[in-house]
């Protein structure tokens, strides 16, 4: 199989490439020219420099491409400019899959996110029928994350043969921006967590997550959603395994989510008037408001998504953070 991989210099990207190659396909990855090549050292990809916004670059990608696999997103929250998510996720998004059908892509995997499906009240699991507007997500990228998975469905309709894969919350090695969660570990690990609100996540090991792309590429419906998720936990849960992994005791203090709405507020001001990035994004702490709760049994039964126990996917996320410098050693 010849597959083009958007997104492979990212977490969940590297991951589908790896198990791409493992698989004995022949892999191209679409970067940019600025791209930070890291997570595909020594691995067998030719590399081609594009952009999602540029539709030609995306037609000299594509060619010969027997699949496609979209794992590229712009994946950030507190941004300034929203209007640059919704460019790259969701108008990159249309020109990438109509791309796609002009050079005749046999199947296209388009990696959207739990983030935009629907949650239930009271913290019982979603699936992937769960009601949801775009009006009721919280934030740019969620929004972003459902239009673009919108799109995705609207050219399977049309006749483009796509299957869209739900990542709940990965994790374990080459998380290196990091990602939300990511930045979770390493504030954990560098000792400035001191307190935790009442949360929730769906982990999943982000290698199980990388095969659920394959499974989806191979098995999956065409039209259809399928959430990559596992085990549904608490962040006092999540934080309690980390301190089981580490030594390094977990925080006791409870807050109300009241508590870091403020903090996060003074964050967002400071960043306008120093021009940078918020440190603690007020869309982060509005999300953690409600257990992000997901039910992934449509692919475990149609895809066989693998389970794999989350620790060990903790514990190599923490020696990838340790390794990098990200984290102290002790």
């Not at 001001?269 to 603690?280: H, I, Q, T, V």
């Not at 509005?286 to 449509?298: G, I, N, P, V």
């Amino acid at each position: 199989m010849k597959a083009l991989v958007t997104g492979g210099t990212g977490f969940v990207g590297a991951h589908v490439v790896r198990a791409l190659l493992a698989d004995g396909a022949s892999v191209r990855c679409l970067v940019r020219g600025h791209s930070d090549l890291a997570n595909l050292d020594g691995l067998e990809v030719d590399l081609v420099v594009g952009d999602l916004r540029d539709r030609e670059s995306l037609e000299v990608a594509l060619a010969g491409s027997e699949a496609l696999f979209h794992c590229a997103a712009d994946y950030r929250l507190g941004v300034r400019d929203p209007a640059e998510l919704y460019r790259s996720n969701v108008e990159g998004t249309r020109n990438l899959l109509e791309a796609a059908r002009a050079c005749g892509v046999r199947r296209v995997v388009h990696t959207s996110s739990v983030g935009a499906l629907g949650l239930l009240a009271g913290g019982e699991p979603a699936d992937e029928e769960t009601p949801v507007r775009a009006a009721d997500l919280v934030g740019p990228y969620k929004r972003s994350k459902h239009l673009s998975e919108e799109v995705a469905l609207e050219m399977a309709r049309s006749g483009l043969d796509v299957v869209v894969v739900n990542p709940s919350t990965p994790v374990g090695e080459l998380d290196r921006k990091p990602t939300p969660t990511g930045q979770m570990i390493v504030d954990f690990l560098c000792g400035r967590m001191p307190a935790y609100v009442h949360t929730g996540l769906n982990l999943i090991d982000v290698r199980d997550v990388a095969a659920g792309h394959l499974l989806a590429y191979r098995d999956g419906r065409r039209g259809e959603r399928y959430i990559l998720g596992h085990q549904n936990l608490t962040l006092r849960e999540i934080l309690a395994l980390l301190a089981e992994i580490t030594g390094r005791p977990a925080p006791r203090l409870r807050l109300p989510h009241a508590a870091p709405l403020v903090a996060a507020a003074a964050s967002e001001l400071w960043a306008r008037l120093s021009g940078g990035e918020p440190r603690l994004p007020l869309e982060s702490v509005r999300m953690s408001r409600k257990l992000m709760w997901f039910d992934a049994s449509k692919a475990v039964r149609e895809l066989g998504l693998p389970q794999s126990p989350i620790r060990p996917a903790l514990e190599r996320a923490v020696e990838f953070f340790r390794a990098t410098g990200q984290a102290p050693v002790r």
